[in-house]
């Protein structure tokens, strides 16, 4: 099967801690995409990599950090600088057949809560 | 002014009615658009994706006004399944693969 998966479904932490969230895709798709929702509200991108070894910050990349190190995986870390960081986060990947490259498809999410 | 607008909600209709939805985007330079499709505490999943002016699956019609920069969709004969909120996606070619995401449209289809 497919798809993108994200692990845990739910995190929970203390404030001060580190925390990573995983995201794989066997999609062989070149980009992915993460972002953060908060109840209420739509979706806000916090960072993105159209490429291997090649990543960008979106709109409220302050407080996380990633890497791509492999075209599969996309893991992102909620640092102890990130003020608010319980919500709920989204991955994402896209580069499919021409025509169809910005479509993005979504892993099942994990909540994230920190105390 | 936001990127991306949408229908503040919610919708309540009853089950068989007809219901549309609007978004307006911002950036005349978009070129790709999108409704996805989010259940309660799960991940968004794309519905349909509109590339010229419009864009039709069975009980669903989407349509794409550039002039005015506005974009709607349109179901059919609502199901008690269709319940969700529902988001408007842009994206503008000039920036890549990134997507500007509404706010989302809450239906609620009721018996």
């Known amino acids: 099967d497919g798809g993108i998966t994200q692990s845990p479904k739910y995190l929970f932490r203390k404030e001060g801690q580190n925390v990573t969230l995983s995201c794989e895709q066997n999609l062989n798709h070149d980009a992915m995409y993460w972002y953060r929702q908060d109840p209420g509200q739509g979706l806000r991108l916090i960072y993105y990599s159209q490429i291997v070894n090649d990543f960008q910050k979106g709109d409220i990349a302050e407080g996380y950090s990633v890497s791509r190190e492999k075209k599969e995986s996309f893991p992102l870390t909620v640092t102890s600088a990130q003020k608010n960081p319980t919500a709920f986060y989204l991955c994402?990947?896209?580069?499919?057949?021409?025509?169809?490259?910005?479509?993005?498809?979504f892993g099942p999410g994990t909540r994230l809560t920190v105390t | 002014r936001k990127e991306v607008e949408q229908d503040p909600g919610p919708f309540n209709v009853p089950e068989g009615a007809t219901v549309a939805f609007n978004c307006t985007y911002s950036?005349?330079?978009?070129?790709?658009f999108f409704w996805y499709r989010q259940d309660c505490r799960k991940e968004p999943k794309l519905l349909m994706s509109v590339y010229s002016s419009g864009n039709e699956d069975g009980r669903f019609t989407a349509q794409l006004n550039r002039a005015s920069q506005y974009i709607s969709l349109l179901i059919r004969d609502s199901k008690l399944s269709d319940s969700a909120t529902y988001l408007c996606v842009v994206n503008m070619d000039n920036q890549g693969g990134k997507l500007i995401f509404g706010q989302g449209t809450e239906l609620s289809v009721k018996p």
């Open positions: 994402a990947s896209s580069g499919g057949t021409s025509g169809r490259s910005y479509e993005q498809y």
């Open positions: 950036n005349s330079a978009s070129q790709s």
